[in-house]
């Protein structure tokens, strides 16, 4: 069986490096932040082309601070899309505001910038865009939205990182960046980890005390803040493999086109690269009809697979009470009914890579 990532695969490749930084961190008795987050936080920032990162303990943890470093609260209003992972809608609960969601361009999975435009109201703080599966949203249209309307951006990159969009790494694009370290991720920690990546000395300045108990430089805390600091293991093991990040994302490129000479043009084919991005495909996802026999005949083929995202948050029982109902977002909703992702991660041989080359074209000629 093809497993849809192989972690322990990736793990073994890296087996003395890895073992060597777990040493480094008991030897140092670095276990929360520390240097080995300190050099990690210097080095993810220094990638993403911004001078600050504050690492944290999740994903989540870090949409919610940078939404707090942007002022977003109570009252307000936070715009975002229908189509992403439930943790997007939680950060903006978190922080008291509403979430306004918008429908997808069909082609990327990313928010519509024209229906972002249409939501702004006198209570709009902030967007967030989702860079989904790794493709970069359209982010001008967005920046050029946020400024007319002085509003902040927060990227939720966190299944993007290494996407350049015109050139420019995500993380660089909006007022803060989020990402996260999930073991699956592109950069994947081994456990929960996750950073904000800014420009904004004084939003890293604030996103470093919201995570560490509001603590400032004197040791007293300024703010009431949380417990979301980034463990030293953590940090070690994200700095062996960031090293190996861009080496990654080349293979999933050259795994994606691969793919896509098999289904270019053929109803299968899920999503188009915009010219002005470079994709690092978190995510191959497929669009079928008959998405349950194709996962099946996958699977008989030897090929485990997954869906991203099986129902759109607005039509999730927790979301319930923002009020759509289905038919408000149809792009959102056609394609958590047809999405199919297929193994794509760099650890794939290039026989296991074959194999689902030709498992697709089976399924293309069931039809």
């Known amino acids: 069986m093809i497993p849809w990532v192989n972690l322990a695969r990736q793990h073994a490749s890296l087996a003395d490096e890895l073992a060597a930084a777990t040493v480094a961190v008991i030897r140092d008795c670095d276990f929360i932040l520390g240097t080995h987050v300190a050099e990690f936080e210097r080095r993810f920032a220094q990638y993403c082309g911004a001078p600050y990162a504050v690492a944290v303990n999740s994903g989540t943890s870090a949409l919610h601070l940078a939404l707090l470093a942007a002022g977003v609260g109570p009252g307000d209003e936070v715009i975002t899309t229908a189509f992403t992972f439930m943790a997007t809608l939680a950060a903006i609960d978190y922080t008291g505001a509403h979430p306004v969601l918008v429908d997808i361009d069909p082609e990327s999975f990313t928010l519509d910038a024209d229906a972002v435009a249409a939501a702004v109201t006198a209570k709009t703080r902030a967007i967030l865009p989702v860079h989904l599966y790794g493709h970069p949203a359209d982010m001008d249209p967005i920046t050029d939205i946020a400024r007319e309307h002085q509003l902040a951006v ?9 996407a350049l969009y015109k050139g420019r790494k995500v993380g660089s694009l909006g ?3 989020c990402f996260s370290f999930y073991p699956s991720k592109n950069l994947g920690a081994c456990g929960e980890a996750g950073i ?11 996103i470093g005390k919201l995570r560490n108990w509001g603590i400032n430089r004197t ?10 600091r980034m463990e030293g293991m953590q940090g070690a093991l994200l700095n062996v493999k ?15 086109r691969y793919y896509d000479s098999i289904l270019g043009g053929s109803p299968w084919h899920a999503a188009k690269v915009a010219p002005h991005v470079q994709h690092v495909h978190h995510v191959y996802p497929i669009r079928c009809k008959r998405r349950e026999q194709a996962q099946q005949q996958l699977l ?5 697979t997954r869906i991203h995202y099986r129902t ?29 992702s297929i193994p794509v991660s760099p650890d ?20």
């Open 196 to 206: 904000v990546v800014t420009h904004n000395a004084e939003m890293a300045e604030q």
């Open 219 to 228: 040791g007293d805390p300024d703010v009431k803040a949380f417990n979301y």
């Open 175 to 177: 007022d803060a960046a």
């Open 312 to 340: 759109p948050v607005h039509l999730l029982k927790p979301w319930s009470d923002l009020g759509y109902g289905l038919g408000s977002f149809p792009e959102a909703e056609r394609a958590a009914a047809e999405v199919l």
């Open 242 to 256: 960031l090293s190996h990040l861009d080496d990654w994302n080349l293979r999933r490129r050259e795994h994606a």
């Open 348 to 367: 794939l041989t290039a026989a296991e890579v074959e194999q689902i080359g030709n498992a697709l074209k089976k399924l293309m000629e069931k039809g």
């Open 300 to 304: 008989d083929d030897g090929i485990e």
């Open 154 to 162: 927060i990227e939720d990159a966190a299944q993007a990182h290494g």
